[in-house]
């Protein structure tokens, strides 16, 4: 099973940049690596995803290793509202499966 | 941007009722999925979806649940005969085409209907 870890818990202070580490060594060489977040107890929503390369899009940035084995998602200047819980997604049987996540907390 | 549609937001039951959570996914989505979220727990994984008829389902969708396509644009979770411990977030989920970890598509989620059983 492709299976991920992420600390439990990061806090940022508002106007940084949060970078939230993923790790992801039983990836496949055709997998890709998405990043979801749940604020409070809505639906998770989409932020990014990659294969290989880094991708950028308006909300977030994606570092993903040469070996893929890990990843960081960026967050470029953290408000309060992006306080939530992160996941870095696994697969299993082409069902996504959701870890505990990240709980990131923004700081004022 | 189009948004997946979740009915209603909250449904309060007695327990051994049956129950229809209600969802519209995004038009032109073919495959529908059905996530769950125990308060403090992890969403999880109930049902896939595509072509009516059922994908994939998880241990936890047994006998008591189904799912239907009523008609083109509706899609339901049935419980028939609801416990305590189907108190949960309940999450409707989309996508254009099969979605999996090497399909380079978007899983669209909604915004869930919390199902308190009394």
């Known amino acids: 099973d492709a299976k991920t870890t992420q600390p439990p818990s990061m806090d940022c202070a508002e106007g940084r940049a949060a970078n939230l580490p993923c790790n992801h060594s039983t990836i496949s060489g055709n997998e890709y690596v998405y990043w979801y977040r749940q604020i409070h107890s809505q639906g998770p929503q989409y932020i990014i995803h990659?294969?290989?390369n880094n991708e950028t899009n308006e909300m977030a940035s994606l570092i993903i290793t040469e070996d893929r084995k890990s990843s960081t998602l960026i967050l470029p200047h953290a408000t309060l509202r992006d306080t939530a819980v992160y996941y870095c997604i696994a697969f299993r049987d082409d069902k996504i499966i959701f870890g505990k996540g990240t709980r990131l907390h923004i700081l004022p | 941007e189009p948004e997946v549609t979740q009915t209603p937001s909250h449904q309060v039951t007695q327990m051994g009722q049956e129950v229809i959570l209600r969802c519209v996914p995004i038009?032109?989505?073919?495959?529908f999925y059905w996530y769950r979220q125990i308060l403090g727990q992890k969403v999880e994984f109930l049902v896939s979806?595509?072509?009516?008829?059922?994908?994939?389902k998880s241990e936890i969708f047994d006998d008591q649940f189904s799912v239907e396509r009523p008609d083109g644009s509706n899609f339901t979770l049935k419980i028939r005969s609801t416990k305590l411990e189907d108190s949960a977030m309940y999450f409707c989920a989309s996508t254009p085409s099969g979605w999996g970890p090497a399909t380079n598509e978007k899983l669209f989620f909604g915004s869930g209907t919390q199902l308190s059983v009394l």
């Open positions: 979806f595509y072509n009516n008829e059922i994908s994939e």
């Open positions: 990659g294969l290989k």
């Open positions: 038009s032109n989505h073919l495959y």
